[in-house]
């Protein structure tokens, strides 16, 4: 069995900053891809980031320069540093990783998700 279990988040003013963290728990044998996706109210979920298991990571544009996408292996955790927030980073964000419990077996796991509130 394998968790993902997000913590950070919360209520934050204009051009404040916010840490976001998914550790993977249970049976990993290996990590491959950890993405943030974020939710607005009446919007379509947006992939926000993503890192491949080579540190390699691309950004929504409007992100850009303002967030950051971080993994540590060796706790089997991703983050999601965001600074410079505006209110239209407001919503719920959810970190989503391919997981392989044995070798070559990778599948998808979703965090229970966490709401972001930047006020104007």
């Not at 292996?73 to 419990?101: F, R, W």
Request: hydrophobic share 30%; glycine share 12%; with cysteine.
């Amino acid at each position: 069995q394998v968790q993902l279990v997000q913590s950070g988040g919360g209520f934050v003013q204009f051009g404040g900053s916010l840490n976001l963290s998914c550790a993977a728990s249970g049976n990993i044998f290996s990590i491959r891809v950890i993405t943030w996706f974020r939710q607005a109210p009446g919007k379509a979920r947006e992939l926000v980031a993503t890192i491949t298991d080579g540190d390699r990571s691309s950004y929504l544009d409007s992100v850009k320069g303002r967030f950051t996408i971080s993994r540590d292996n060796a706790k089997n955790t991703g983050y999601l540093q965001m600074n410079s927030l505006k209110p239209e980073d407001t919503g719920v964000y959810y970190c989503n990783a391919h997981i392989a419990s044995n070798p070559g077996d990778f599948r998808s796991y979703w965090g229970q998700g966490t709401q972001v509130t930047v006020s104007s």
